[in-house]
């Protein structure tokens, strides 16, 4: 039976991939509080729908950062493609582009940039985890710019990696063959006597401050500069004052801080810190159109699924990735009508309770 919602296509991948990989995906930091926050977080808020309003068609079209896209749904920068599909990044790009979404390629991708490029049809931007030396990060900036990628969204919330213990427990390895393509030393360095170290990366990036957001706009001037990972009003302030052009209301999937704020609870202090001075995207526990509405009512201008396409892409490569998406999109359409918004522009904060 193929899969009716987002939840389902979990299902599939669940027993589709080996335990270990599953759990690399599904999993959070330490105790999962906020992964299992973030859901909550939607289930807390109900919405209050008008009657009498004419939605015989509706419209979900919007423009972000110059990009007119057919929806609000866009894929979030998720690491590894190929741990869950042999064609990986490649077959999520054809997804991606087939189900009309923007696309968050991944630092942290196991394809090359150019392959994903070649294979893509449609919008994509650039994640960027600053790789410690500035001259490693200019030359990974010049070639998401070089593949066509239109915008850099700067993931700001790893300093160090999260303490992530499924991973820990399962002595997590990547499968041979696959490996962070773009990320200059090894991504896993398992200890031979203390799993307590866990990964040793080169996404983390301690070292990282607000003054270096001028040499990454530098390294593409004609480029959108997005900030990943922001949940307060103090540092979406700062971020819009120093010239940012958009913020991703993030807290890694519940994968970095355990007992991080819930994304859709710091969402209204982020809106209401920056006003409409920038994009606002949003991720962290959506599976239903419903929750996007609720996300979108409240101030972001998309939303963003990440473990959702890994699982699309477990159960059925780029097809399964373009499901996941279409599920959404139906879901979010039949949403729209039944709380009275023809339009996203009509999708307004006193719809949520």
Same mark, same amino acid.
């Given at each position: 039976?193929?899969?009716?919602?987002?939840?389902?296509?979990?299902?599939?991948?669940?027993?589709?991939?080996?335990?270990?990989?599953?759990?690399?995906?599904?999993?959070?930091?330490?105790?999962?509080?906020?992964?299992?926050?973030?859901?909550?977080?939607?289930?807390?808020?109900?919405?209050?729908?008008?009657?009498?309003?004419?939605?015989?068609?509706?419209?979900?079209?919007?423009?972000?950062?110059?990009?007119?896209?057919?929806?609000?749904?866009?894929?979030?920068?998720?690491?590894?493609?190929?741990?869950?599909?042999?064609?990986?990044?490649?077959?999520?790009?054809?997804?991606?582009?087939?189900?009309?979404?923007?696309?968050?390629?991944?630092?942290?991708?196991?394809?090359?940039?150019?392959?994903?490029?070649?294979?893509?049809?449609?919008?994509?931007?650039?994640?960027?985890?600053?790789?410690?030396?500035?001259?490693?990060?200019?030359?990974?900036?010049?070639?998401?710019?070089?593949?066509?990628?239109?915008?850099?969204?700067?993931?700001?919330?790893?300093?160090?990696?999260?303490?992530?213990?499924?991973?820990?427990?399962?002595?997590?390895t990547l499968p041979p063959g696959v490996e962070m393509i773009h990320a200059y030393e090894p991504a896993?360095?398992?200890?031979?006597?203390?799993?307590?170290?866990?990964?040793?990366?080169?996404?983390?990036?301690?070292?990282?401050?607000?003054?270096?957001?001028?040499?990454?706009?530098?390294?593409?001037?004609?480029?959108?500069? !997005?900030?990943? %990972?922001?949940? /307060?009003?103090? $540092? &979406?302030?700062? +971020?819009?004052?120093? *010239?940012? @052009?958009?913020?991703?209301?993030?807290?890694?999937?519940?994968?970095?801080?355990?007992?991080?704020?819930?994304?859709?609870?710091?969402?209204?202090?982020?809106?209401?810190?920056?006003?409409?001075?920038?994009?606002?995207? !949003?991720?962290? %526990?959506?599976? /239903?159109?419903? $929750? &996007?509405?609720? +996300?979108?009512?409240? *101030?972001? @201008?998309?939303?963003?699924?990440?473990?959702?396409?890994?699982?699309?892409?477990?159960?059925?490569?780029?097809?399964?990735?373009?499901?996941?998406?279409?599920?959404?999109?139906?879901?979010?359409?039949?949403?729209?009508? !039944?709380?009275?918004?023809?339009?996203?522009?009509?999708?307004?904060?006193?719809?949520?309770?």
């Amino acid at each position: 039976m193929d899969p009716l919602n987002l939840d389902e296509f979990e299902d599939v991948a669940r027993v589709t991939l080996p335990a270990m990989t599953y759990d690399f995906i599904a999993g959070g930091a330490e105790d999962e509080r906020t992964v299992a926050a973030n859901r909550a977080a939607f289930a807390r808020r109900g919405l209050r729908n008008r009657v009498l309003v004419d939605v015989a068609t509706r419209d979900l079209r919007t423009t972000l950062l110059g990009l007119e896209l057919p929806h609000p749904i866009l894929l979030a920068p998720t690491a590894l493609h190929r741990v869950a599909h042999p064609e990986g990044e490649v077959a999520t790009a054809r997804g991606a582009s087939a189900a009309g979404a923007l696309y968050t390629v991944s630092t942290a991708t196991s394809t090359r940039l150019e392959d994903i490029a070649a294979a893509s049809a449609g919008p994509r931007w650039f994640q960027l985890y600053h790789l410690g030396e500035r001259a490693a990060s200019e030359e990974l900036i010049r070639l998401a710019v070089k593949t066509g990628h239109r915008a850099i969204v700067l993931t700001v919330d790893v300093p160090l990696l999260g303490r992530r213990e499924r991973d820990l427990r399962n002595g997590f390895t990547l499968p041979p063959g696959v490996e962070m393509i773009h990320a200059y030393e090894p991504a896993w360095t398992p200890p031979a006597d203390d799993r307590s170290r866990g990964w040793a990366s080169p996404i983390a990036s301690a070292n990282l401050t607000w003054d270096d957001l001028a040499w990454i706009r530098a390294a593409a001037p004609d480029l959108p500069l !997005l900030l990943k %990972g922001v949940v /307060r009003a103090d $540092d &979406a302030r700062q +971020a819009v004052d120093r *010239g940012v @052009d958009g913020l991703w209301v993030s807290n890694h999937g519940g994968r970095q801080l355990d007992g991080a704020v819930a994304t859709l609870d710091a969402l209204a202090e982020v809106r209401a810190a920056v006003g409409d001075r920038c994009a606002i995207v !949003l991720d962290g %526990g959506i599976r /239903r159109g419903t $929750d &996007a509405i609720k +996300a979108l009512a409240l *101030g972001a @201008d998309a939303v963003a699924i990440g473990r959702s396409q890994m699982y699309g892409l477990a159960a059925g490569g780029a097809d399964g990735v373009q499901r996941v998406v279409e599920l959404l999109r139906a879901e979010l359409d039949l949403a729209m009508a !039944l709380v009275g918004a023809a339009s996203l522009d009509a999708l307004t904060p006193d719809l949520v309770a």
